[in-house]
């Protein structure tokens, strides 16, 4: 029996130490499905949504959803702590619970109380180890437990500043695209005669953004729980107007820059993909056409009034399809997986912008034209 629990606390420790070092350490995607680490947020992220989805009203599930990351990341760190302190409470108890304690009772309990004092480095001293196993535990414990906190101190500063360098793109995107921020509103807004030299060093941004976007998402996975700050954005919508906008202009916009609107394509569908198998989130059809055959007539009269010419016919609009189907199957599974609500290719009516807003300015006042955003 003391076999068994001994190598079931060995088993433990190693599991845990090994998600721990994959998770903060390691600077590249783990491909292997069966992890602590995954299944902790897949399956409490599932609760979490499913519940607020549930007893909470459309107007308030935003903010609550808000909470899941840093929280999360809180608990996953008490589930490695846990681990640790039980998997050496159980080799203290299979080498013969060596403890001297104050009323010479013995038994499991003890061995947790002892190892959890341990990796906390609390020394009280009302338990202490009797036998040289035991010492030899009680000062691996210790280390361990100082590594752990400062590798958890360490993990901390770079996750944050990675979700702040994420977000200032996506606040950018707001006076440039709309709230939420939309492909028609992107091009429309960039209609005057040096729009498309800024559309087109707008789109490298984005590419760069990408790039980036992909390797910290790849390095630190949990960010992608981690909400923008108003309820209108996030890192979803984005990147699916990015998208939306590249793929018209790679199908045809007059005087546009199709080759830059190319790259920014491959890398923003590239980090879309790679998200979508990072969160096993396999893509399926939306069930309801987000560019159905109308809206895109609609899209072009409103484009074409503005002097923004897109290409027509039946080759444009099987590139158009093309492109689409490249991308839209993935945002939609991650869309319905992180509920996340995903921006329209156009707005019906006009929209203010969040800078346009505050609380004394509600949403609700009326805008007097469509492209009100635009300087």
């Known amino acids: ?48 949504s499913a519940i607020c989805s549930s007893l909470l009203a459309a107007k308030r599930r935003e903010g609550y959803f808000s909470f899941y990351g840093p929280l999360s990341l809180l608990a996953l760190v008490g589930v490695w702590a846990l681990g640790l302190i039980i998997g050496f409470g159980c080799l203290h108890w299979a080498g013969g619970s060596g403890l001297n304690t104050p009323d010479s ?3 499991f309990i003890t061995d947790l109380y002892l190892s959890g004092t341990t990796f906390f480095t609390l020394g009280l001293g009302d338990v202490s180890p009797g036998t040289t196993l035991a010492r ?65 060093e707008l789109l490298h941004e984005w590419e760069l953004w990408s790039a980036e976007f992909l390797e910290i998402h790849l390095s630190y996975p949990v960010l992608a729980y981690f909400r ?34 190319q790259r920014t394509f491959a890398m923003a569908r590239h980090a879309v993909v790679d998200l979508a198998i990072i969160f096993q989130t396999p893509p399926f059809e939306p069930e309801r056409d987000r560019l159905s055959a109308n809206e895109l007539a609609h899209l072009r009269s409103t484009l074409a009034a503005s002097g923004l010419r897109l290409s027509e016919g039946d080759d444009a609009n099987r590139k158009l399809g093309e492109l ?33 807003m505050s609380v004394w300015e509600p949403s609700s006042r009326p805008s007097r034209k469509r492209d009100t955003g635009h300087f």
Not at 23 to 37: D, G, Q
Not at 241 to 261: F, H, M, P
Request: include cysteine; proline fraction near 4%.
């Open 1 to 48: 029996m003391k076999i068994l629990i001994a190598i079931l606390g060995g088993s433990l420790l190693l599991l845990v130490l090994w998600d721990a070092f994959e998770t903060i350490i390691l600077p590249r995607r783990v491909t292997r499905r069966i992890r602590l680490t995954r299944l902790f947020y897949r399956y409490t992220w599932l609760a979490y």
């Open 105 to 107: 009772q013995q038994n």
């Open 136 to 200: 030899l535990l009680v000062v691996l414990e210790a280390g361990m437990g100082f590594a752990f906190l400062a590798l958890i101190i360490g993990y901390v500063p770079p996750l944050n500043q990675s979700f702040s360098r994420r977000e200032v793109s996506i606040s950018l995107l707001d006076a440039r695209a709309g709230s939420p921020p939309t492909a028609a509103e992107l091009l429309l807004r960039h209609r005057d005669s040096y729009g498309m030299e800024a559309l087109q």
């Open 228 to 261: 923008s700050q108003h309820d209108n954005q996030s890192w979803l919508a984005a990147l699916t107007t990015i998208l939306d906008s590249t793929s018209l202009v790679v199908t045809g916009v007059e005087g546009a820059c199709q080759r830059q609107a």
């Open 324 to 356: 689409r189907d490249m991308y839209e199957p993935y945002i939609c599974a991650l869309s319905k997986y992180f509920c996340i609500t995903l921006p329209p290719w156009m707005h019906e009516f006009a929209h203010r912008d969040n800078w346009q």
